[in-house]
């Protein structure tokens, strides 16, 4: 599907859960006002939404949240969501801690793809930014992901005092392993909105100071809007999503589906289209018209430089981060 700007539309995001097993200072850093379980969609009304989004050209999914592995029936709905006719991809952004017990089931159930977020190596960081002392467990799930054939991501907010000066040790893990290592601008979304973020241009300085030329990477490594350099003699490669400095919002690719069947055409506004009426009633010919009017909302672009024009309220881990 093309919007009316041109940009094909063939990305989902999809929230599965509100809840979460960490406690990160820039997006849930405490207990959030939880969403009622009977406002959450169930596995198969998910599954069902996905279906009719792959008829309007959705390929692509990302299973997210709150984090999604603490949702009992992960696996089997990413195993549902590969059955989908149309849908080429079916990805999974996690913290990690549960990572290890889940490796192999998310391999048999046909994961193509998974995201790990993670800002620290060092467990005193990690256990201020997350409120955890999970890091161990972080590492082992990416180690046990790793006997998989997943192209593997590792994603880094950085804070200014408090991890900036953390990327070496993080580009660490594309040193020798095949795992990419990107770094997310912070956006001002909920707790987001209380931290200056650090420009990516500026960490690809160090980079470059530190390591010399770097080489960028053309070919697009993953569902979106990450740019990706090289530096010789890593195996990895690292990456940029610079929503903030680096503003993408022309090749935008995607809408986001939230936990309670809410469609978000944008993430800075709160402007959405709820589904949830239309797949519990099983008026499934009006999910895709409902879809289709969200992709035509879809705006040229956020206004995250204009904090008064920012209208979305929730969570990062409401929508689906
Ligand atoms: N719990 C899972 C995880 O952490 O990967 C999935 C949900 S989490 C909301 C998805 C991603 O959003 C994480 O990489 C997290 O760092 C990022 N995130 C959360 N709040 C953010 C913000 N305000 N700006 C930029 N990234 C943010
Ligand atoms: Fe949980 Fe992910 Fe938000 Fe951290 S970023 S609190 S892991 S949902």
Redesign the pocket.
């Known amino acids: 599907m093309t919007d009316k700007y041109g940009r094909i539309i063939d990305y989902m995001r999809v929230s599965i859960i509100d809840r979460?097993n960490?406690r990160?200072q820039?997006?849930m850093p405490t207990d959030i006002k939880w969403i009622p379980p009977q406002e959450i969609l169930s596995l198969e009304e998910i599954t069902e939404i996905c279906r009719q989004a792959s008829q309007i050209g959705i390929k692509k999914i990302k299973v997210?949240?709150?984090?999604?592995l603490i949702r009992k029936g992960c696996v089997d709905l990413i195993r549902m969501l590969k059955e989908i006719p149309g849908i080429e991809q079916v990805t999974l952004?996690?913290?990690g801690v549960l990572l290890a017990q889940y490796a192999e089931q998310l391999n048999n159930a046909g994961l193509d793809a998974i995201?790990?977020?993670l800002?620290t190596l060092d467990p005193e960081k990690y256990l201020k930014i997350t409120q955890s002392d999970a890091l161990a467990d972080v590492l082992d799930g990416i180690s046990a992901i790793e006997k998989y054939d997943f192209p593997l991501k590792i994603?880094s907010?950085l804070q200014r005092g408090v991890n900036d000066s953390d990327w070496q040790e993080l580009i660490g893990l594309a040193k020798d392993r095949r795992i990419d290592v990107r770094f997310?601008?912070?956006?001002?979304?909920?707790?987001?909105k209380q931290?200056n973020p650090i420009s990516n241009a500026e960490i690809l300085q160090k980079l470059r100071e530190h390591y010399g030329a770097v080489e960028e990477v053309e070919k697009v490594r993953g569902n979106g809007p990450a740019t990706y350099c090289h530096i010789p003699a890593f195996t990895g490669n690292i990456g940029f999503i610079s929503?903030i400095h680096g503003k993408f919002c022309s090749a935008c690719n995607r809408i986001r589906l939230t936990s309670t069947g809410q469609i978000k055409p944008c993430l800075c506004y709160e402007d959405h289209i709820s589904l949830k009426e239309a797949v519990r009633s099983g008026r499934t010919d009006e999910i895709q018209k409902l879809l289709l009017s969200a992709i035509d909302r879809k705006p040229d672009g956020h206004r995250f430089d204009e904090s008064e024009m920012i209208t979305e309220k929730h969570e990062?881990?409401q929508i689906?981060?």
Not at 64 to 68: A, F, L, M, Q, S
Not at 184 to 192: A, K, R, S, Y
Request: glycine residues 18%; hydrophobic residues 30%; negative net charge.
């Open positions: 979460c960490l990160c820039y997006c997210t949240g709150g984090e999604p952004t996690t913290n995201n790990v977020s800002d994603n907010v997310i601008e912070m956006m001002p979304i909920g707790h987001g931290f929503a990062m881990a689906g981060g």
